[in-house]
T-cell receptor, first 112, second 116 residues
Framework: DAKTTQPPSMDCAEGRAANLPCNHS???????VYWYRQIHSQGPQYIIH???NNETNEMASLIITEDRKSSTLILPHATLRDTAVYYC?????????????FGGGTRVLVKP | EAQVTQNPRYLITVTGKKLTVTCSQN?????MSWYRQDPGLGLRQIYY???????DKGDVPEGYKVSRKEKRNFPLILESPSPNQTSLYFC???????????????FGPGTRLTVT
């Protein structure tokens, strides 16, 4: 699985969009980009994933650059409950195991 | 409500006293997995199950046992707990055991285990 790099922390104002960058410059053509978040000591929560095209669901949008070397997770209207550590991971879909391994992530603090 | 439940949420025990952490999901998911999370070491997979009666080792299986007799349940057994098994444990499940969507995993709330 390709290495990903994220800023260690960022602040965001409540009600504003939060744009979380992720660099995955060594990603291969078969690797997907997944985003998870973990609110303090709670179970990780799946957010979204994508391969090439931009994706949107009820939680967030994922923008992947055309060369796939980086992506941005967008929380359109951040709330205090979005304060969490956000993890970007690049995954090659394997036949078995399906394990998730999180790196350092970005600690997002949403401020009133 | 679709969810993964774990019990107990908190447990303090002594070395050598057998314990079981239960995990149950109500979403008819094929795949289930146990992870432990430790400061500085991140999330590590202990065991996983692709379906009923199909289990396999993850990265750190030593000292743990699992079983999958029913689709909804995947208990984690510590036959003889030791202090190095003090950790935060998460159970996870996904609808499919393979493919892209197998990585959309739903996690339980966690079990904080302390072994003295």
């Amino acid at each position: 699985d390709a290495k990903t790099t994220q800023p260690p922390s960022m602040d965001c104002a409540e009600g504003r969009a939060a744009n979380l960058p992720c660099n995955h410059s060594t990603i291969s053509g078969n690797e997907y980009v997944y985003w998870y978040r973990q609110i303090h000591s709670q179970g990780p929560q799946y957010i979204i994933h994508g391969l090439k095209n931009n994706e949107t669901n009820e939680m967030a949008s994922l923008i992947i650059t055309e060369d796939r070397k980086s992506s941005t997770l967008i929380l359109p209207h951040a709330t205090l409950r979005d304060t969490a550590v956000y993890y970007c991971i690049a995954l090659w879909i394997k036949a078995a195991g399906n394990k998730l391994t999180f790196g350092g992530g970005t600690r997002v603090l949403v401020k009133p | 409500e679709a969810q993964v439940t774990q019990n107990p949420r908190y447990l303090i025990t002594v070395t050598g006293k057998k314990l079981t952490v239960t995990c149950s999901q109500n979403m008819n998911h094929e795949y289930m997995s146990w992870y432990r999370q430790d400061p500085g070491l991140g999330l590590r997979q202990i065991y996983y199950s692709m379906n009923v009666e199909v289990t396999d080792k993850g990265d750190v299986p030593e000292g743990y046992k699992v079983s999958r007799k029913e689709k909804r349940n995947f208990p984690l057994i510590l036959e003889s707990p030791s202090p190095n098994q003090t950790s935060l444990y998460f159970c996870a499940s996904s609808l499919r055991a393979s493919g892209v969507h197998s990585y959309e995993q739903y996690f339980g709330p966690g079990t904080r285990l302390t072994v003295t």
